[in-house]
């Protein structure tokens, strides 16, 4: 099964330091998202990307978030100067948008990166 | 301003006991709703995808209905092993195709 991947599962980090989360989308899937979920919440879109480039980005992207893809293939998600309040699970998600106006296709989720910040 | 809202927040079944999530929005053109169920520390899991009022989606115990203002997830005879939390979102028109969440609600069926 070639479903959305992500790594690393869990991460725990100190404030102050940096860490970084990668995202495998489904193989043929153009379109790549990230979204941040805390406790009790549902998922808050942050950015998403149409192959390799970076089309949007949430207000709730801070100047200490940066996320790339350079190949148009896999993800990365990068926080500089981690804080407290950056601790939240990180998810990705795929699909592949319709070159034409046609049917809509679903997101589908990878299992989420679970940061913590001590 | 796009927004969801899911109730009840939480909700406790008897194993068999039939019952239904809401979720209402408001939404500058509706291009889809989902369901997506979701397990502790996992992401969540695909269930239905809604696109116009009247239309109606059925999986094993879960069915899924449509309005103009919400919809509804009917749970019949639920199972232990349909405990979740389960969220709704709204695809607005808009390039992204980003979704706007609700918070969800956490069901747990009692054996």
């Known amino acids: 099964d070639t479903g959305v991947s992500q790594d690393p599962r869990h991460k725990i980090t100190k404030r102050g330091q940096n860490v970084t989360f990668r995202c495998d989308p489904i193989?043929?899937?153009?379109?790549l998202y990230w979204y941040r979920q805390t406790l009790g919440q549902g998922p808050e879109f942050l950015t998403y990307?149409?192959?390799?480039?970076?089309?949007?980005k949430s207000r709730l992207l801070s100047d200490r978030f940066s996320a790339e893809r350079p190949k148009g293939s896999f993800s990365t998600l990068e926080i500089q100067r981690t804080e407290q309040g950056d601790s939240a699970m990180y998810l990705c998600?795929?699909?592949?948008?319709?070159?034409?106006?046609?049917?809509?296709?679903?997101?589908?989720f990878g299992p989420g990166t679970r940061l913590t910040v001590l | 301003e796009d927004q969801v809202t899911q109730s009840p927040e939480a909700l406790r079944l008897q194993e068999g006991e039939s019952s239904s999530l809401n979720c209402s929005y408001t939404?500058?053109?509706?291009?889809?709703l989902f369901w997506y169920r979701q397990d502790p520390g996992k992401g969540p899991e695909f269930l239905f995808t809604?696109?116009?009022a009247g239309e109606e989606k059925e999986k094993e115990r879960l069915k899924a209905t449509l309005t103009k203002k919400e919809s509804f997830l009917h749970i019949t005879a639920p199972k232990p092993e349909d405990s979740a939390t389960y969220l709704c979102?709204?695809?607005?028109?808009?390039?992204?195709?980003?979704?706007?969440f609700g918070k969800g609600t956490k069901l747990t069926v009692n054996p």
């Open positions: 998600a795929s699909i592949q948008a319709p070159r034409l106006a046609g049917p809509l296709d679903t997101q589908y």
């Open positions: 939404v500058s053109g509706l291009r889809g």
């Open positions: 809604l696109y116009s």
């Open positions: 979102a709204v695809r607005p028109q808009g390039g992204s195709e980003k979704l706007v």
């Open positions: 990307f149409q192959n390799e480039a970076q089309l949007e």
């Open positions: 193989s043929e899937h153009n379109r």
